[in-house]
């Protein structure tokens, strides 16, 4: 990413302004920054969702803004991504939530619903990896937090990524699954050799599950470093104290 400016109308403000950001290989990077400060517009200039008025992004072979649409869907297939929200479909089980990663890549059976046994096979080995394999048949529904955010991370890995983006994907669990969730996206990044940015709110767990940390704020990068390079004193600036109280 290289000087990028974002804005979502011709007279808005910009949302991101001056952005530069590398991703690499291997390592999970934590994007911190408050309400406002840009980390999920960040996340969507990724994949095409967010509208680039300058700068450039570039993913792989893909230069972002200039793509078709057929090239979007192309890189989206390739972006495993994981939500706040989980994004299942509660009435399916959590095997079929798995093999719906599949359906961009293995052609007209699976867009039919009738997937592939390797694709099974597959799914079944990402819940095993996971820790949630015995929930295979059940539906996602009846799962709790911390395991349907496990489901979807399965979901995401279905896709072959080449990157993974994790949009503030502990927000709604208690403190010991949010531990769990980083833990994973962590060792997935190290394991499988491909790039984790995951934005995040709360600097405690971005010190503990991060590789690297960049700080947003009003749009603009303040702060960025090795975690090991970084103490809570010097990532204090991403946070505009006097701000948030006034808003309290």
Known sequence: IRELRVRYAPLDAFVLDGVDLDLFRGETVAL???????????????????????GSVRAGDFDVAKLQRGQLRRLRSQTGQVFQQFNLVGRLSVLTNVLTGSLYGAGAPNMLGTFRSADRKRALELLDRVGIAHKANEPARSLSGGQQQRVAIARALMQNPRVILADEPVASLDPKMSRTVLELLQQIAREDQIPVLVSLHVLPLALAHSDRIVGLRHGEIVVSGHTADLTAELLAPVYDIDEEEEDE
Do not use: D
């Not at 911190?32 to 300058?54: D, E, Q, V, W, Y």
């Open 32 to 54: 911190l920054g408050s309400s406002g400060s840009g980390k999920s517009t960040l996340m969507k200039a990724l994949t095409g969702f967010a509208p680039i008025h300058s």
